[in-house]
């Protein structure tokens, strides 16, 4: 028997073979690209975002509403939260998540009336988009 799972490593060594190495390289191609992609989506909206450049990554200001956190699963800590950018996630799904951030943002921040939060010491001041960073 054994305390380890056997599973795991034939499935791992299934999905190697069948995609092999270009099927892999797609994936991730997809995935970086889809990543830019939202972080453009953000700052173009106005919402401070960071993306490495080699990363899935995107990192922005934290969501002021936690039943919005939990629909969309998002993993924050202070002022900011992440999306890994996964094979499975379309663009279909980041401009649905970035529309809702959108309409939500503008009853958080009432238009204009409050300011958005600072991220500058997370993410950078190139990166926020803050009244003081603009």
């Known amino acids: 028997m054994g305390s380890r799972n056997s599973h795991a490593p034939l499935f791992l060594w299934y999905t190697l073979n069948r995609k092999g190495y270009r099927g892999f390289q797609k994936e991730v191609q997809k995935c970086l690209r889809n990543a830019h992609y939202l972080r453009g989506r ?13 990363s899935s990554t ?12 939990r629909k969309w699963q998002l993993a924050c800590q202070g002022n900011i939260a992440h999306v890994v950018v996964m094979p ?5 799904k980041l401009d649905a998540f970035v529309n809702e951030l959108i309409e939500k ?8 009336k409050v300011k958005s939060p600072c991220v500058a010491s ?10 003081l960073h603009k």
């Open 42 to 54: 953000l700052t173009g909206s106005g919402i401070g975002s960071m993306l490495n450049e080699l």
């Open 58 to 69: 995107v990192v922005f200001e934290r969501p002021q509403d936690e039943e919005f956190t």
């Open 88 to 92: 499975n996630i379309t663009i279909e």
């Open 105 to 112: 943002r503008a009853v958080w921040y009432q238009n204009g």
């Open 122 to 131: 997370e993410i950078g001041e190139a990166n926020c988009l803050c009244v």
